[in-house]
């Protein structure tokens, strides 16, 4: 017996997709809203998206996001490449290695922020980018790890073997063969890092220092004053490019050579 063939499996899907998904189908049709106050609809209008562009600090903030979310996933992406590269053979220690490497995706992630606010004002880190760029580099490794490990799996050795069978020496035939065939990887790795640094908030709100505060930050800060069609703008623009940025990694995850 299937589970589609349980009593009331589609219905209660569909109660859930639709729970999920209506808010934020609404949330970006108030983004249109000409009218100030959010939940007023008056007529439609671009208004909001026009001023968010304009604006000097959702500006910096964005920037900031872009700089804190390129930076972290580059180094995520190299440690996590490393990584399973050094985990590809089995050997002693490695099911605890890969736990460690996958811990981040299982600890509560405001257990992780405070631990990294509490060790980084210990150490005499000051907070700002730097210390911002630290924290989401560590926790975004599996999340680039975990593509590129997969990515890894599927690569047959025997393309490696005859390279060296050609006299290719280990840094040849990982530059000409082996890291080609791990391109698709390493992108879909370096793409949902990135997207999980751009969206993250609350590393960001713990370490962050003056004139560092990134996306999320800002919107939580303005909120506190009210919801505003200008919030359901940034909101709208962020879940576009998100969404369109795990596609990417998905689409890229499934590539094949």
């Not at 934020?24 to 983004?31: D, E, M, P």
């Not at 490696?160 to 035939?173: F, G, I, M, V």
């Amino acid at each position: 017996m299937t589970p589609a063939r349980f009593p009331l499996t589609r219905e209660v899907t569909a109660l859930v997709l639709v729970y999920l998904y209506v808010p934020v189908f609404v949330l970006i049709a108030y983004s249109f809203n000409a009218n100030r106050t959010a939940t007023v609809w008056t007529h439609a209008s671009l208004d909001w998206y026009g001023r968010i562009f304009v604006n000097p600090s959702i500006r910096a903030a964005a920037a900031n996001s872009l700089i804190l979310a390129l930076s972290a996933s580059t180094a995520a992406t190299i440690l996590a490449l490393m990584a399973a590269l050094a985990t590809r053979r089995a050997f002693r220690g490695r099911g605890v290695s890969e736990a460690v490497l996958n811990m981040p995706l299982i600890l509560p992630e405001i257990v992780v922020a405070v631990a990294t606010l509490l060790l980084f004002v210990s150490l005499g880190v000051q907070l700002g980018l730097t210390a911002m760029i630290l924290a989401h580099t560590a926790f975004c490794i599996p999340f680039a790890y975990l593509p590129i490990r997969a990515r890894l799996e599927g690569i047959s050795g025997t393309y490696e073997e005859a390279a060296q069978d050609l006299y290719a020496n280990r840094l040849r035939t990982f530059r000409r063969v082996t890291m080609p065939l791990l391109w698709p990887g390493v992108m879909a790795g370096f793409t949902l890092a990135f997207v999980t640094s751009l969206d993250d908030f609350l590393t960001s709100f713990f370490l962050a220092g003056p004139g560092t505060t990134t996306l999320p930050v800002y919107i939580f800060s303005a909120i506190r004053a009210g919801i505003t069609p200008e919030i359901n703008a940034i909101s709208a623009v962020m879940l576009i490019v998100s969404v369109l940025l795990v596609s990417l990694s998905f689409f890229l995850g499934r590539l094949r050579r």
